[in-house]
């Protein structure tokens, strides 16, 4: 028989994992007696480790294993089982994936190595299984991994030896083998986890799944993760997007180096990508990247217990000069800083410290200091208004009483809002002042350069998050029309038709100005007197640089002539390109010269700009320090697109030409808005046009008086390149297909249209404007305003993920320009469903005017184009109006309601295509 469709669900309720981690009766698939096999391992942890279900063993050679009734097959289990743990070879599984569905089992983990890491007959395998689970919506955890365990129910199914402790830290690895061995560590140091899960090749479920079932988890508190390979990337991206922001998620991922990557695609089949873009991803996501397993668990512990700082200043207080400068040298190294004492705090520290103190960060209180002198100079400093965290070191001096100043520093922390870490340096006679520190919720480190890595780490996370919640300015250009999407559309199928990949250079700067990307004006000349011409035209000096269909790379064969100022210089020039290529690649080569001003920008700045496409992410576009040793100095940095003008700015502040753009040694600064501007309209150019392989602006002329694209480069995918074949971009585009217009009964014309990031403000006068019972309608329950304009709320809401919710707004323009939002409607998908829930809200003055169930119909049709197959809605019992709406006008069908509740559901499948009722 078929899986059994879901009860009705909301987009915050269902949970498609939670059979998996939270099974009543599970089947283990090939469980024996035999000693040292798998299939008696997770037999033996099932039966002792009680997690308040059933155990049914499958083996068709065996009446009973470990005492325990056997059955021949899945068809023959007496209850209907949960959970099914395959430990058979290989070979068999497909089949048995089959038979589970068939048996109606929602979910399945495959112990049996043998798949992909093996090759071709491997990878059939797993689409065979791949397969089998999708005929019978099945949730797959594996193949090739250690199983699962949920310490909190008892659950552990998988080979490992023992469970881990119950905590609030969720692990996952696709590494079995390091993840018995963090389960060794976690026990000797009473770790705890929520979660302890190896997913092995992530055939199905996969680290997006797993951050979204923890996200809703609410015994899970922090996400660490040890990652070889991605997966799947947007699910991957769209999945941490939404949880990072409640909840951390530290990852550790292999394959920084081409030798650890290679290893790392051996061991478990995963194509590791570029590492730099991954670290990009990351930071886009507001996913934490530490390098060691250490850093793993310490990071978790400080989130956990901490509060995050809010700059990358740190206080370091020790009563030895050593360990302070050794870690002064990891906290610069890292990227963070050392504050600046304040006068007034370097005067109550004259008056509490010894005349010979160092007058400086880092505070050295000397080695007679008391458990006294520590409390009194660390509340002190942590007061300091330049201090974003504090760092209290220890060394077991003879005077030194390591258990009474741990005694105190917990009580000055009690107070402070700022984190506290501490490095109690030393062996036994520090340990019961280390133990003090660790129970009071004070992180402690072997070493305080660990300690500075660690504060390091903090300081990133916190500016990355605080980025996610960051409004982008409104931009001042228009947005993306159609009219320039089919212009270079045009001009990007007329090269492929010419059968060439790559732009000339004119065609490359005619692309970038329809994105209103400043370009150096540029003319085609095909014999010296022509090129002499149009330099006489243009006006001297002038540069002479190659025009070539096939050649891009000028400067290598002598394709650049620079500052030419008469027409003979010109003509000369011409026929010295002319020759060069002739020389060093052959005549056909050469199809003329183009001609161009020599472009004088005072003070400006030769930068790069440029898109590539990764493997796994898609496009990605690179910024930084241009000119002909782009190479040479290595300074850029990547992002994915699409841009806004906050992601644009923070791309560039990575960067180390990003402070001399700011104005250095009396220059004037460069306009950074519209730098940002150029960035952010580059970034759609790379998203609106798949067939684009890379661009390359080099050099991109920044200065106080413009901005000016000198030469370009555009490549385009080979014309046999199919639609299927190209890249996707890894986060989803906004949505511009949406945009329509719609007219009111009373003849006022509104934009419905998808939300974006910008609108926050509006956002924020909208439910300004909303009547109690309008909110109670919607929510229903009362929201104060508030809790429905904070900031963190809002940010959310207009910066959703468009492949997860789509949220239309209803936009109403004023005679004179002002606009506003009027309506909201919202289709928020169900995680692995085909099914989706709708809801509409309307400002007060504008409601039985259509505009409620205008959104409600086009959250339909979107739900159709989404490939949405069923669609739910709810309704407040009293909500009379909103009930005739849903079943009337939209065709949907009311569930009895359920005695007690406050709302009534409705359904609607969407493969009835009956219209609705106008």
């Not at 594996?142 to 998988?158: R, V």
């Not at 061995?181 to 797993?210: C, E, H, K, P, T």
């Not at 610069?332 to 400086?360: M, V």
Request: aromatic residues 6%; proline residues 7%.
């Amino acid at each position: 028989m078929n899986a059994p469709t879901p009860p009705i669900p909301t987009s915050k309720s269902y949970q498609p994992l939670s059979k998996l981690f939270n099974p009543r009766h599970i089947a283990v698939i090939g469980a024996t007696e035999n000693s040292g096999s798998v299939g008696r391992t997770v037999m033996w942890n099932l039966i002792s480790s009680p997690f308040g279900g059933t155990v049914f063993p499958v083996n068709p050679k065996r009446a009973n294993v470990l005492g325990i009734k056997a059955y021949p097959s899945v068809a023959d289990l007496p209850e209907l089982v949960d959970l099914a743990v395959i430990c058979t070879p290989a070979p068999t599984v497909p089949k048995i994936i089959e038979q589970c569905g068939r048996a109606g089992i929602p979910g399945a983990i495959i112990i049996s190595a043998g798949f992909r890491e093996l090759g071709p007959p491997g990878v059939e395998l797993e689409r065979q299984v791949a397969a089998a689970a999708t005929e019978f919506r099945m949730r797959i955890i594996g193949p090739n991994c250690l199983g699962i365990q949920n310490p909190l129910t008892g659950l552990n199914a998988s080979f490992a030896r023992g469970i881990a402790r119950p905590g609030s830290i969720a692990m996952l690895s696709q590494s079995g083998a390091l993840l018995t061995g963090i389960l060794d560590w976690s026990l000797r140091s009473q770790v705890g986890f929520s979660a302890f899960v190896s997913l092995g090749s992530m055939l199905d479920v996969g680290f997006g799944d797993m951050i979204d079932y923890l996200g809703d988890d609410p015994h899970t508190r922090a996400i660490l993760i040890y990652m070889e390979g991605v997966g799947n990337p947007r699910q991957f991206i769209s999945a941490a997007r939404e949880v990072a922001l409640s909840k951390p998620i530290i990852v550790i991922k292999a394959g920084r180096t081409a030798a650890a990557a290679a290893a790392a695609a051996s061991h478990t089949g995963s194509m590791t990508g570029s590492d730099d873009v991954l670290d990009a991803v990351f930071r886009r996501v507001g996913v934490q990247r530490v390098n060691t397993i250490g850093e793993l668990f310490d990071l978790a512990e400080i989130l956990a217990n901490q509060p995050r700082p809010k700059g990358p200043n740190l206080t370091i207080l020790t009563n030895a000069g050593g360990p302070g400068v050794l870690t002064t040298d990891a906290l610069i190294a890292g990227g963070g800083s050392l504050t600046q004492l304040a006068p007034e705090t370097k005067a109550q520290l004259d008056q509490l410290l010894p005349p010979h103190w160092s007058h400086g960060n880092p505070v050295d209180i000397l080695g007679d200091a008391s458990p006294d002198r520590y409390a009194r100079a660390l509340e002190i400093t942590a007061k300091d208004p330049g201090s974003d965290g504090m760092l209290v070191i220890l060394t077991p001096q003879d005077m030194t009483d390591a258990t009474r100043s741990a005694d105190a520093l917990v009580e000055v922390a009690k107070n402070q809002t700022k984190p506290i870490l501490a490095s109690w340096m030393g062996g036994a006679s520090v340990q019961a002042g280390e133990e003090i520190l660790n129970r009071a919720g004070i992180p402690t480190f072997e070493s305080p350069d660990a300690a500075a890595r660690a504060f390091n780490y903090l300081w990133q996370y916190d500016r990355t998050l605080r980025a996610l919640y960051e409004t982008p300015r409104l931009s001042s250009a228009d947005a993306s029309t159609v009219t320039r999407q089919q212009k270079a559309a045009a001009m990007i199928a007329a090269v492929a038709a010419d059968h060439r990949t790559t732009l000339t250079e004119p065609e490359s700067k005619d692309l970038l100005a329809l994105y209103d990307i400043p370009v150096s004006t540029t003319r085609v000349a095909t014999s010296a007197r022509q090129a002499a011409e149009e330099a006489r035209a243009m006006g001297f000096p002038v540069v002479l640089k190659l025009y070539s269909f096939s050649i891009t790379h000028k400067t290598d064969v002598g394709g650049v002539v620079l500052n030419l100022r008469t027409e003979q210089e010109v003509e000369k020039a011409f026929e010295q390109v002319r020759e060069a290529v002739a020389a060093r690649r052959g005549g056909e080569h050469f199809q003329g010269v183009t001609v161009q001003p020599m472009v004088k920008l005072a003070d400006a700045y030769e930068l790069i700009l440029g898109s590539a496409v990764d493997p796994q992410f898609g496009p990605v576009i690179l910024f930084g320090s241009g000119g002909q040793m782009v190479e040479v100095f290595q300074d850029r940095a990547l992002a994915l697109p699409p841009l806004n003008s906050t992601l644009a700015r923070r791309l560039m502040d990575r960067t180390r030409i990003s402070r001399a753009l700011a104005g250095i040694r009396g220059r004037r600064p460069v306009d950074t808005a519209k730098l940002e501007e150029l960035l952010v309209q580059f970034s759609l150019l790379v998203i609106e046009h798949p067939r684009i392989r890379e661009i390359d602006i080099n050099p991109l002329l920044a200065g106080p008086d413009g901005i000016i694209a000198v030469d370009a480069r555009v490549i385009i995918f080979p014309p046999e390149t199919s639609d299927a074949q190209l890249p996707r971009p890894a986060i989803r585009p906004y949505p511009s297909q949406y945009v329509r217009t719609f007219t009111t009964r009373d003849h006022e014309t509104l934009t419905l249209r998808p939300i974006c990031p910008e609108d926050e403000p509006l956002m924020v006068d909208f439910h300004r404007r909303l009547s109690t019972q309008s909110v109670r309608n919607r929510y229903y329950m009362a929201m104060r305003l508030e809790d429905r304009i904070a900031h963190e709320r809002l940010i959310r809401v207009c910066m959703g993920d468009y492949d997860r919710e789509i949220a239309m707004v209803a936009q109403h323009t004023a005679a004179g320009g002002e606009k506003e939002i009027i309506g909201v409607g919202r289709l928020s998908k169900l995680r692995g469903t085909d099914a989706a829930e709708i809801s509409a809200i309307v400002s007060d003055s504008w409601q039985h005017k259509g505009v409620g169930t205008a959104l409600l119909e086009e959250a339909l049709e979107i739900a159709r184009r989404e490939d949405v197959r069923r669609v739910y809605a709810r309704a407040l019992v009293d909500n009379i109006e909103a009930q005739k709406i849903l079943v009337d006008r939209l065709g949907f069908e009311m569930r009895p309601p359920e005695p007690g509740s406050p709302t009534i559901h409705f359904e609607r499948n969407l493969d009835d295509q009956t219209p609705s009722t106008p």
